[in-house]
């Protein structure tokens, strides 16, 4: 059975940091494309980062120069490194995966619509 397991999350105060992970558990072959989503309480859930397997990433403006993900494929392991954190990162972070990618650009893609194993989720609190 596959499964995404996040850790990582806390509290912490403005202009603190925190890095979640996300391991993968099972047959990871389905891992193509890899990102972090969150959702705060009252809101719908966002996009924030992902990472394709041949090592692309996106970022969501909100987060851009602020967060940073990394993949170990050897250890089928995600990492969201944030820093320069905000009382408006507060959210709950899921991992997610996704079997497929596109070619556009002259680099692969992640679609965000693709994403279809989820995590439980790691609550991130960040106070002001």
């Known amino acids: 059975q596959v499964q995404e397991v996040e850790s990582g999350g806390g509290s912490v105060q403005s202009g603190g940091s925190l890095r979640l992970s996300c391991a993968a558990s099972?047959?990871?072959?389905?891992?193509?494309?890899m990102a972090w989503f969150r959702q705060a309480p009252g809101k719908e859930r966002e996009f924030v980062s992902s990472i394709t397997i041949t090592g692309t990433t996106n970022y969501a403006d909100s987060v851009k120069g602020r967060f940073t993900i990394s993949q170990d494929n050897a250890k089928n392991t995600l990492t969201l490194q944030m820093n320069s954190l905000k009382p408006e990162d507060t959210a709950m972070y899921y991992c997610a995966a996704a079997p497929s990618m596109y070619y556009s650009g002259g680099y692969y893609h992640c679609r965000t619509a693709d994403f279809g194993y989820w995590g439980q989720g790691t609550q991130v609190t960040v106070s002001s």
């Open positions: 099972g047959d990871t072959s389905y891992r193509q494309c």
